[in-house]
T-cell receptor
Framework: SQQGEEDPQALSIQEGENATMNCSYK?????LQWYRQNSGRGLVHLIL?????REKHSGRLRVTLDTSKKSSSLLITASRAADTASYFC?????????FGKGTRLHILP | DTEVTQTPKHLVMGMTNKKSLKCEQH?????MYWYKQKAKKPPELMFV???????INESVPSRFSPECPNSSLLNLHLHALQPEDSALYLC??????????????FGNGTRLTVT
């Protein structure tokens, strides 16, 4: 079962620009996490935001959560070539962590 | 490199074979997970173990049989698979149970091809 829907599905930007990805979900959650996946490899955890938090920062990452709209956004500032990857939001509820469809981000040199 | 080790990296098996995927972590994590991922799709949750007990089975067909022999090991036994079961199988662990909420640490997966 899928919970999150990322938007856009694919995004290409120039190196140095900011990248914004959005995630919407359907049911109440305990927390929301963002992960990165390079092609054919395991996922890497980026950031976790709890349902009672509104914003969180980690290095060049900024995550917001709006539980009233059931949505979250991930902002990557000053993008680099190494940021090229797929990004997934994952919602945690009860004993499950369910991933959204993902955004494929391509950083152009 | 990750702290969750999955073996083998690649596996090709026929539909009548029996094989097992193995996952190991030594971080003292108390929850372990199996996910299945098809190309260009998100990981799909299959099983969750909390404190070595199966807590979630996402209606996975019985040809997939999980096993958690101890807190560091997680196996996925495969029998009579279908070609559509070909996918990347990802193992993950977390320090706390999903209910408490914490980051997942993923292995690099086993690429399974069923012929």
């Amino acid at each position: 079962s899928q919970q999150g829907e990322e938007d856009p599905q694919a995004l290409s930007i120039q190196e140095g620009e900011n990248a914004t990805m959005n995630c919407s979900y359907k049911t109440s959650i305990n927390n929301l996490q963002w992960y990165r996946q390079n092609s054919g490899r395991g996922l890497v955890h980026l950031i976790l935001i709890r349902s009672n938090e509104r914003e969180k920062h980690s290095g060049r990452l900024r995550v917001t959560l709006d539980t009233s709209k059931k949505s979250s956004s991930l902002l990557i500032t000053a993008s680099r070539a190494a940021d090229t990857a797929s990004y997934f939001c994952a919602t945690g509820r009860d004993d499950k962590i369910i991933f959204g469809k993902g955004t494929r981000l391509h950083i152009l040199p | 490199d990750t702290e969750v080790t999955q073996t083998p990296k690649h596996l090709v098996m026929g539909m009548t074979n029996k094989k097992s995927l193995k996952c190991e972590q030594h971080m003292g994590h108390r929850a372990m997970y199996w996910y299945k991922q098809k190309a260009k799709k998100p990981p799909e949750l299959m099983f969750v173990y909390s404190y070595e007990k199966l807590s979630i089975n996402e209606s996975v067909p019985s040809r997939f049989s999980p096993e958690c022999p101890n807190s560091s090991l997680l196996n996925l036994h495969l029998h009579a698979l279908q070609p559509e079961d070909s996918a990347l199988y990802l193992c993950a662990s977390s320090q706390v149970t999903p209910r408490t909420g914490g980051p997942l640490h993923f292995g690099n997966g086993t690429r399974l091809t069923v012929t």
